[in-house]
């Protein structure tokens, strides 16, 4: 069993940065990896980036490439989503996920989920 809590979010103008933060506790140790997705007012809850605990292996969506970066610090159970030259269409309810067994951009591989944070960006 895993907990999973965001913070982080707010309201920013366009060019803007924020950095989500995940604090997740509980039997952390039996998280392989950890997933942030996002789900804008009128679509499906899409993959946004993954890392893994032990590597740090990482993987982005073509759209954020460039200016999200995800990172973890292990001793502290958390990980983050550095978000930076932030755009309208990164206005979402962000949610942090973790998965036993791997990471993907597949909904169904994340076994956790945190409430979200919400992320609002202005034009």
């Known amino acids: 069993q895993v907990q999973l809590v965001e913070s982080g979010g707010g309201l920013v103008q366009a060019g803007g940065s924020l950095r989500l933060s995940c604090a997740a506790s509980?039997?952390?140790?039996?998280?392989?990896?950890m997933g942030w997705f996002r789900q804008a007012p009128g679509k499906e809850r899409e993959f946004v980036a993954a890392?893994?605990?032990?590597?740090?292996?990482?993987y982005y969506i073509d759209s954020v490439k460039g200016r999200f970066a995800i990172s973890r610090d292990n001793a502290k159970n958390t990980v983050y989503l550095q978000m930076n030259s932030l755009k309208p269409e990164d206005t979402a309810v962000y949610f942090c996920?973790?998965?036993?067994?791997?990471?993907?951009?597949?909904?169904?591989?994340?076994?956790?989920w945190g409430q979200g944070t919400q992320v609002t960006v202005s034009s």
């Open positions: 996920a973790a998965s036993r067994s791997k990471i993907s951009t597949t909904l169904d591989d994340y076994d956790y």
């Open positions: 509980g039997r952390t140790f039996s998280s392989y990896g």
């Open positions: 890392i893994t605990w032990s590597t740090g292996w990482n």
